[in-house]
């Protein structure tokens, strides 16, 4: 993923209680938007069970062997879907089969041979119990009790020495189930917790630290050490830009759906991150800021006849994969940098709310523009419990701005990649 180090404008200043509030704010919100742990079990287990059942299958005759989840489950950064009528959450995971698969499923025939027979042994399943199944053109989809979601795609190991994570390299059925194209989503996953690993270079650590340890140890606010914090800060932000793109878009009307796609943000997001993360910052905050203003410089853009772009943006993990692929037509490209404008003004008015010390009313309704109608029913909720805390206890409270008190109750990390 990219390292390049495009020079940026003379940053902006943060106090560490300003960055540690933000910080915190920004987890209360994210919370909100994404499954609990009693889900993420209720998740597993179902999807578990498809998969043992799938690898039982005479149609794949013992050559598949597993069922993992990838994507933002294994990352740590599922969100609610765009639909808000929706109440389950939505999971991608990969049928894996033995290299030996190639030779049952190669040739011209192989690919359709292969969704047809994942599409029999899922609708067997469904169908014993109850669920609604759809099939599409490279996978095929499960709806569990509860509203869950699970996209099945079948993969074919083929280690590759050529990219990174070679070792779980595969090939997957093309769009139009003539060819295989390459894949590779434990590779992903690796690289992106690779990146995740790098520490932010916050200029005053020690200090940021003591903040932080200071809110944790307060009886009223539970929040989590330090330590987690920055282990888990790439998803988090990841988390914040694809809920902000999941107000601004909106549920897909019909056919037409301009929001630019998880992938393509995850790894624009990653990629900003590698090269932000170890420069000086004060804290979360203004690293945050700089990540966002970096992400469209990370494109390649390749200027078409008739005004029109080439958008590319590699995969390291799998070869040709071009992550911009579905940013192909000018309407897209268009909604990606009015929607990166936005962001930007949407972060900035919330930022400017929280390091000015505005009043409640104020970040509440910031962090409505940004992150939407849960977000700003978070603060003030919470606020309202602090407050009664508070005056129940006369103890003091974590104030996030003005008098929005932010808690944020810590609990195990749910990154379970492999």
Request: proline share 6%; aromatic share 8%.
């Amino acid at each position: 993923m990219q390292r390049d180090l495009p020079q940026l404008p003379t940053r902006r200043r943060f106090s560490d209680a300003a960055s540690a509030k933000f910080f915190f704010l920004a987890e209360k919100i994210a919370r909100v938007y994404e499954p609990t742990t009693t889900q993420l079990e209720e998740l597993d287990r179902a999807y578990g069970s498809t998969g043992d059942y799938l690898s039982t299958c005479s149609e794949f005759d013992g050559l598949l062997y597993r069922v993992h989840a990838h994507g933002s489950r294994q990352l740590g950064t599922m969100v609610r879907p765009i639909d808000a009528c929706r109440t389950g959450y939505d999971i991608d995971l990969a049928a894996c089969l033995e290299a030996a698969g190639m030779r049952r499923y190669g040739g011209p025939t192989g690919p359709a041979l292969l969704i047809e027979h994942l599409y029999v042994a899922l609708k067997r399943y469904a169908d014993r119990h109850g669920l609604e199944i759809k099939r599409h053109e490279r996978c095929v989809t499960l709806t569990y009790t509860g509203g869950m979601t699970a996209d099945f795609a079948p993969i074919i190991d083929d280690p590759s020495q050529v990219v990174m994570h070679g070792d779980t390299h595969a090939s997957i059925p093309d769009r139009d189930l003539q060819r295989y194209i390459s894949t590779n989503p434990r590779g992903y996953c690796k690289a992106f917790d690779l990146i995740a690993q790098i520490s932010p270079a916050f200029e005053r650590s020690t200090a940021m630290h003591m903040t932080f340890d200071s809110m944790r140890k307060s009886e009223l606010v539970p929040l989590p050490d330090a330590d987690e914090v920055f282990g888990r800060l790439l998803s988090r932000l990841v988390q914040l830009t694809k809920i902000n793109r999941n107000i601004r878009f909106g549920a897909p009307s019909g056919t037409l759906d301009l929001a630019p796609p998880s992938s393509f943000l995850t790894t624009l997001v990653a990629n900003a991150y590698a090269i932000e993360a170890p420069k000086p910052h004060d804290g979360p905050m203004d690293l945050l800021l700089d990540m966002v203003s970096l992400m469209p410089k990370l494109l390649q853009r390749l200027q078409l006849p008739e005004g029109r772009e080439f958008w590319y943006l590699s995969n390291p993990t799998a070869l040709n994969d071009d992550l911009a692929g579905c940013m192909d037509t000018t309407s897209k490209q268009k909604a990606f940098d009015a929607w990166h404008e936005r962001l930007q003004t949407d972060l900035t008015a919330l930022v400017d709310a929280i390091d000015q010390s505005a009043g409640l009313d104020v970040i509440a309704k910031a962090a409505e523009r940004a992150f939407g109608d849960r977000a700003k029913n978070a603060v003030l909720e919470d606020n309202a419990a602090r407050r009664e805390e508070k005056r129940m206890s006369g103890q003091a409270v974590f104030i996030a701005g003005g008098s929005a008190a932010i808690s944020t109750p810590s609990r195990a990390h749910t990154n379970f990649g492999d």
